[in-house]
């Protein structure tokens, strides 16, 4: 007795709307960044202070925002690490981290004057318009340095912008 083939497009076709429903709905999520409150906050490999320590933030660092557990938020770091920090420790307060030496210019333009100079690591405040704006505008990110220094720096030089 021969079986009938099982048509595997009517079976399949549900499944994948659903999944592709699904990945598209979390990549059209804008990434949430907050930034480090205290001069220095530990991160715990779970929502708990009993949990073990993993490493110690300094004040300004900003994070990816993962998810919310009642008092604690799981963060993603610059270098990709996920780990756990108390709410109260974090801010909304927009800071990008430099990913590669670059320039503070005038304008949102290469050919701009020269503002300054900044080197991998700094930490700079995001300046926005508007708090519902969006950051990046023509690749170019609005920052100011804690020195009070303020000019537009390439976003693909930054990390903690979206």
Same mark, same amino acid.
């Given at each position: 007795?021969?079986?009938?083939?099982?048509?595997?497009?009517?079976?399949?076709?549900?499944?994948?709307?659903?999944?592709?429903?699904?990945?598209?709905?979390?990549?059209?999520?804008?990434?949430?960044?907050?930034?480090?409150?205290?001069?220095?906050?530990?991160?715990?490999?779970?929502?708990?202070?009993?949990?073990?320590? =993993?490493?110690?933030?300094?004040?300004?660092?900003?994070?990816?925002? !993962?998810? *919310?557990?009642?008092?604690?938020? +799981?963060? #993603? @770091?610059?270098?990709?690490?996920?780990?756990?920090?108390?709410?109260?420790?974090?801010?909304?307060?927009?800071?990008?981290?430099?990913?590669?030496?670059?320039?503070?210019?005038?304008?949102?333009?290469?050919?701009?004057?020269?503002?300054?100079?900044?080197?991998?690591?700094?930490? =700079?405040?995001?300046?926005?318009?508007?708090?519902?704006?969006?950051? !990046?505008? *023509?690749?170019?990110?609005?920052? +100011?340095? #804690? @020195?009070?220094?303020?000019?537009?720096?390439?976003?693909?030089?930054?990390?903690?912008?979206?």
């Amino acid at each position: 007795m021969q079986q009938k083939p099982t048509n595997l497009q009517s079976i399949a076709t549900p499944g994948l709307a659903a999944l592709a429903c699904l990945v598209f709905s979390f990549s059209a999520q804008a990434l949430e960044f907050r930034s480090v409150v205290p001069p220095k906050a530990v991160l715990y490999d779970a929502p708990s202070k009993e949990a073990s320590k =993993l490493f110690i933030l300094s004040g300004g660092y900003p994070v990816e925002v !993962i998810v *919310n557990l009642g008092d604690w938020t +799981k963060v #993603r @770091d610059q270098m990709g690490s996920l780990s756990w920090i108390e709410n109260k420790k974090l801010s909304s307060r927009r800071m990008v981290l430099v990913v590669a030496k670059t320039d503070i210019k005038s304008a949102e333009d290469a050919a701009s004057a020269l503002v300054a100079t900044v080197e991998k690591d700094v930490m =700079l405040e995001l300046v926005l318009a508007n708090p519902g704006t969006p950051a !990046i505008k *023509n690749g170019w990110v609005k920052v +100011k340095h #804690r @020195d009070g220094i303020t000019g537009f720096v390439q976003a693909n030089k930054l990390w903690g912008v979206n």
